[in-house]
């Protein structure tokens, strides 16, 4: 069984992939023409933006939920219920990242666009995945 | 008594989450031209729709959904399965809040030009959700394993 220290330390290194994940590009979708969007925790950057595409924003704050995941981790140290709150709200906000993703990289295909993941997602789940993994074995060890 | 009232909850929970999938997530009602009928553009868990065209890559939202809800349904048998559950389903609640205030935003400012009385907004379906989040959180309270 896994140890406290040992569960501590990989939801401590899940909140440093997590936080650097915040700031890396998640996903990107090249066009023709050199237009390019890429997503990322705090916004959407559209870089060489033509004259036609539409107005407004599409631009959302996924770093929001994941901060608060983020938070619950760290508090986790200390309240091993929080670790387990913390982790599984990450996986549930990581769900939906993962539908979008699917999502985009079917609209990118279709509209002969370039697809690609980025170093985010990775640290994304691999944060999520390595957090959730310290906050079930502190769970265990807490039982113990 | 507790045992009863915690799995009750629980399967309520559970129920209007998966429930939720399919109802509105969120919804632009606009006129594409004067005197036309509206056209809806609907967000659900299981597709994206514009009047009668369905966005083939929609984004499956009901997926984690329904996967946290599998989660409070096993979580009737262990506590911290059902608190996981509960706290994961409250993060796919606040993912997707985040997704469709936006999208919402997005559609209101990219077409009010085009009809200036269109109605955008939350579907009942991401109410039903965050109802289903506090009946979770509430049968996690009510729990009687450990």
């Not at chain 2, 030009?113 to 989040?133: C, K, R, S, T």
């Amino acid at each position: 069984m896994i140890g406290r220290p040992t569960a501590i330390a990989l939801i401590a290194a899940g909140v440093v992939l997590t936080a650097t994940a915040m700031v890396l590009p998640w996903y990107s979708t090249a066009y023709a023409g050199g237009v390019e969007v890429v997503v990322r925790a705090w916004g959407t950057e559209i870089v060489d933006k033509p004259g036609d595409w539409p107005a407004g924003e599409l631009s959302p704050w996924y770093g929001v939920p994941v901060v608060v995941t983020l938070a619950l981790l760290v508090a986790g140290i200390w309240i091993t219920r929080a670790a387990l709150a913390g982790a599984a709200g990450q996986v549930g906000a990581a769900g939906v990242v993962a539908a979008l993703v699917v999502s985009e990289r079917g609209h990118a295909l279709d509209q002969q666009g370039d697809f690609a993941i980025g170093f985010g997602l990775v640290f994304l789940v691999l944060g999520t995945l390595v957090a959730l993994a310290g906050a079930v074995a502190l769970q265990r060890e807490a039982a113990a | 008594m507790r045992k009863i009232v915690g799995i009750v909850l629980l399967g309520l929970a559970a129920a209007a989450a998966a429930g939720a999938t399919f109802l509105p997530l969120s919804e632009l009602l606009i006129r594409l031209a004067p005197g036309q009928p509206q056209t809806a553009y609907v967000t659900t868990g299981w597709s994206t729709r514009f009047g009668g065209t369905e966005d083939e890559h929609g984004p499956l939202f009901g997926i984690p959904v329904v996967l946290a809800a599998a989660a409070l349904l096993a979580g009737t048998r262990w506590r911290r399965v059902a608190y996981a559950g509960a706290a994961g389903l409250a993060g796919v609640t606040g993912m997707l809040f985040v997704y469709l205030l936006n999208a919402i935003s997005f559609h209101e400012e990219g077409n009010i030009a085009i009809d200036p009385a269109l109605e955008a907004g939350f579907g009942n379906g991401i109410w039903v959700l965050v109802g289903a989040v506090v009946l979770a959180f509430g049968a996690v309270v009510v729990h009687p394993d450990d």
